[in-house]
C-alpha cells in the first residue's frame, strides 16, 4: 500500500523568511497530492493541491512541486507570516480518490 | 456554505464503556470519510461512504468498530468496547463527486478520551 513520509516534523522560523516542506511517497499509482493545514482544535483545511500532470502550482504566498520520477512533492511558503503557525499535512491518493494517505505532520513555528 | 458538522466535539469514557459520534457532510457529497488522528500523527482513514455505501473500511477495527451511512445523508461511527489506544480525534469529511479524486472537507472532528 501507499506510505507517505513527511520532513521535518518540527519547522521554525522567522517571520518573513521562507518555509520548505517535503514529502515522498511509494505507489506509483498516487496521482493527487493535496496539502491541508491544522490549526488548533480545528479539522485539516486544505489549501493548495496537485495532480499528477502538473510539476508546480503556485497561490499568492503557496507553491508545491512535484516529481514523479523521484515521488517527491514539496510545499513552499514564502514571506511567512505568523498566522501561518500551524500543522501542515501532505498526503497522496490513487485514481478516483481512494484511501488517502496521510504524512505524520510539520509544525510549524513563525517568529514575530 | 455550511461546513461538516459533528457532535459532540469532546467525549471522556471509560475503558471497555460504549461511544457514538455523529456526523452531518456537506448537502450534496456523495462520499464521507471517517479519519482517526493520534496525538502527533496525521489522520488515518477508518472508512469510505459513497452514498450509503461501504467502499473501504480496510482499516477499520472491526471487532469493536462500525459505522453506518443513513440514506446516504448523516453518518454515525460507534466504538464498543473502546480501549485505551482508542483515544484519539475522530475527523468526518466529505466530498462532492463519487468516488472522485476531489477536495476533502473536513468537520472540526471529536476528541475522544479513553481512561
Known amino acids: 500500500g501507499e506510505n507517505v513520509e513527511q520532513h521535518p516534523s518540527t519547522l521554525s522560523v522567522q517571520e518573513g523568511d521562507s518555509a520548505v516542506i517535503k514529502c515522498t511517497y511509494s505507489?506509483?499509482?498516487?496521482?493527487?497530492f493535496p496539502w491541508y493545514k491544522q490549526e488548533l482544535g480545528k479539522g485539516p483545511q486544505l489549501i493548495i493541491d496537485?495532480?499528477?500532470?502538473?510539476g508546480e502550482k503556485k497561490d499568492q504566498r503557496i507553491a508545491v512541486t512535484l516529481n514523479k520520477t523521484a515521488k517527491h512533492f514539496s510545499l513552499h511558503i514564502t514571506e511567512t507570516q505568523p498566522e501561518d503557525s500551524a500543522v501542515y499535512f501532505c498526503?497522496?491518493?490513487?485514481?478516483?480518490?481512494?484511501?488517502?494517505?496521510f504524512g505524520a505532520g510539520t509544525r510549524l513555528f513563525v517568529k514575530a | 456554505e455550511a461546513g461538516v458538522a459533528q457532535s459532540p466535539r469532546y467525549k471522556i469514557i471509560e475503558k471497555r464503556q460504549s461511544v457514538a459520534f455523529w456526523c452531518n457532510p456537506i448537502?450534496?457529497?456523495?462520499?464521507l470519510y471517517w479519519y482517526q488522528q493520534i496525538l502527533g500523527q496525521g489522520p488515518k482513514l477508518l472508512i469510505q461512504?459513497?452514498?450509503?455505501?461501504?467502499?473501504?473500511d480496510s482499516q477499520l477495527p472491526k471487532d469493536r468498530f462500525s459505522a453506518e451511512r443513513l440514506k446516504g445523508v448523516d453518518s454515525t461511527l460507534k466504538i464498543q468496547p473502546a480501549k485505551l489506544e482508542d483515544s484519539a480525534v475522530y475527523l468526518c469529511?466529505?466530498?462532492?463527486?463519487?468516488?472522485?479524486?476531489?477536495?476533502?472537507?473536513f468537520g472540526p472532528g471529536t476528541r475522544l478520551l479513553v481512561l
Open positions: 469529511a466529505s466530498s462532492l463527486p463519487p468516488g472522485g479524486v476531489e477536495t476533502q472537507y
Open positions: 505507489d506509483s499509482a498516487s496521482n493527487y
Open positions: 496537485i495532480r499528477s500532470n502538473v
Open positions: 498526503a497522496a491518493s490513487p485514481s478516483r480518490g481512494f484511501k488517502t494517505i
Open positions: 448537502s450534496g457529497h456523495a462520499t
Open positions: 461512504f459513497q452514498n450509503n455505501g461501504v467502499v473501504d
